[in-house]
């Protein structure tokens, strides 16, 4: 299944910034953290994540500082800020409430999304 | 050990190939490379091999164009630097270049006709041609930002009704001979028109924080590019001069009379263009300037300071040294809106932020001293119209010292986070043209042309 691109971008920020939330996590393994998490899959093209990242920086959501990883080179760690947290818990408060409303008309509509799959 | 070599290589030319891109900085080449290296281990973990690896790793980093344009809509600062560029790259063809200089060199002509004709028109009336001055010029140097944006009708309109107001407030208001209220009008009016210019530098989009830093870029390249011609020219006009008087001829007369009143405007008109056409150049200059000067501004504003405070009496504080101080302070503001123009919004606090930090305190010191004297004069003398405008200017400028202090402490605390110190900059800065046009058009008859 291929989730839809604009469903990827709604999502991209909540994920990132509650991915932070549980810990500093540098570019690679945030997105290998996103492949875990929906079972692999939710793809993103990779390098969409850094302009994400850097726009979350500007915004205060997230900070950066370089290190160095296991083989020595540069490596850049982002760390969630308390606008970030607060950030978040406005997305989280925003996404269940449509993830609500969803699951309500999922429940008192028929699921053509099954019927979809079979075909394809 | 080979296929090593062979994948060092491959990421050297990735990162060769990236790094032409000029909205994707090196940092950010190195984060991706870091992405890429990690992406390549997991890969050959599963079983790839090098070459295999690196081609699903770059495939999955995504189109380079696209992902650029990401960069790019993230971090338009950098494209500030491509600019000149893309107009190049559209056309392709060396022609427009061409036609630029042309509309180039016939603006900065028109605008060296205009002051001559200016000077003719009001011969031994200096003040008239004062008031007049920036009126001549402006036009031309908004006609080229205008024509390189291609503004559209709406914007030309906008800076138009300003521009024929402010013209006729100018030249009909009957200003008493020597009065201070037309003092006050020809120092503020360059304020309102280079608010016009900036309206034509943004062309459409006025709103925009981006564009409107980018205009406070473009006055400062504009200021170091004049400089650079305006000494270039002094030093080829003085060896001219020096030659022709030794073989017997004055040219006193031409430089005075024709050389100079090209020169001044014309060098205008093309000082933007060089800004418009190799940022590039300038671009690394900028920070070092600003590096080099907030040091020496702290000194300064330190000794100015201690010498205020020193000199005892603030009643008896010349009108002169006033306004003096308010140069100064004018000064510290540009250096401060240039310093945060050319930095980078994404570095962490460093030590240069501190330094503004300690330079904006020390700004808004001498600031409250200055405040201090004016408002004891006020009380001691009455107001007037000149004390009316500093005491405008200086509050104007408290404000703005102040909050940005503010905001920069916030940033070196971990509080905020450095665009909000930019936006602030870029929101508060047409209150000075407002107050200018206010000093202009308001002041002349409240005052009764005084």
């Keep these: 299944m291929r989730i839809d691109k604009d469903l990827v971008a709604a999502s991209a920020t909540p994920l990132v910034l509650g991915i932070l939330a549980d810990g500093d996590l540098y570019g690679y393994a945030i997105l290998k953290r996103v492949g875990e998490l929906s079972g692999g899959r939710m793809q993103w093209t990779d390098g969409m994540l850094y302009p994400l990242l850097h726009r979350l920086e500007r915004l205060g959501h997230v900070s950066s500082s370089w290190g160095t990883s296991e083989a020595g080179r540069r490596r850049k760690h982002y760390a969630i800020t308390p606008t970030g947290r607060a950030a978040l818990a406005e997305r989280q408060a925003q996404w269940s409430v449509v993830a609500d409303a969803l699951r309500q008309v999922w429940e008192s509509a028929p699921r053509p999304a099954t019927v979809v799959e079979g075909w394809a | ?450």
């Design chain 2, 1 to 450: 050990m080979a296929h090593d070599d062979e994948l060092e290589a491959q990421i050297d030319r990735w990162r060769g190939y990236v790094h032409r891109r000029q909205v994707i900085s090196s940092a950010d080449v190195d984060e991706l490379e870091d992405h890429l290296r990690g992406q390549v281990t997991d890969l050959r973990a599963t079983g790839l091999d090098d070459d295999e690896a690196f081609l699903v790793a770059i495939k999955r980093l995504g189109n380079l164009d696209a992902v650029s344009r990401e960069y790019a809509r993230e971090h338009s600062d950098r494209l500030w630097k491509q600019l000149a560029l893309v107009p190049d790259d559209s056309s392709g063809s060396p022609a427009p270049r061409w036609r630029e200089l042309a509309v180039v060199i016939a603006l900065a002509v028109g605008a060296g006709v205009a002051v001559r004709a200016g000077i003719a028109w009001f011969g031994d009336d200096e003040l008239a041609l004062a008031r007049n001055i920036g009126l001549l010029v402006v036009p031309f140097l908004a006609a080229y930002l205008g024509w390189k944006r291609r503004a559209g009708l709406r914007t030309v309109a906008a800076i138009a009704v300003p521009f024929v107001a402010l013209s006729v407030v100018l030249n009909v208001y009957p200003f008493v001979p020597e009065g201070s209220t037309e003092v006050l009008a020809i120092l503020h009016t360059p304020v309102v028109l280079w608010l016009l210019v900036g309206l034509a530098y943004v062309a459409g989009s006025w709103r925009s924080d981006g564009r409107r830093m980018d205009f406070v870029r473009f006055t400062g390249e504009l200021a170091i590019y004049y400089t650079l011609l305006a000494l270039g020219g002094g030093v080829l006009l003085g060896l001219t001069a020096g030659v022709l008087q030794l073989v017997g001829v004055d040219p006193e007369p031409v430089i005075t009379g024709w050389v100079m009143p090209f020169a001044v405007p014309g060098a205008l008109v093309v000082a933007a263009w060089l800004v418009e056409a190799k940022q590039d150049v300038v671009e690394n200059i900028a920070p070092v300037l600003t590096r080099i000067f907030t040091p020496l501004t702290i000194v300064m504003l330190v000794a100015v300071l201690a010498a205020l405070i020193a000199s005892g009496g603030l009643v008896e504080v010349d009108r002169d040294l006033l306004i003096l101080m308010d140069a100064i302070l004018v000064l510290v503001l540009a250096l401060l809106l240039y310093s945060i123009s050319a930095r980078d919004p994404l570095a962490p606090p460093a030590l240069a932020d501190w330094l503004q930090l300690v330079m904006v305190g020390a700004a808004l010191a001498v600031d409250a001293v200055m405040l201090t004297a004016m408002l004891t004069r006020i009380a001691e003398f009455g107001t007037s119209p000149n004390k009316v405008a500093a005491l405008g200017l200086n509050l104007l400028l408290l404000v703005h010292l102040g909050v940005s202090a503010w905001r920069t402490a916030r940033f070196l605390r971990g509080h905020g986070v450095f665009s909000e110190l930019e936006r602030w900059q870029t929101r508060y800065l047409p209150v000075y043209a407002a107050w200018a046009a206010v000093v202009v058009i308001v002041f002349p008859p409240l005052f009764d042309f005084a």
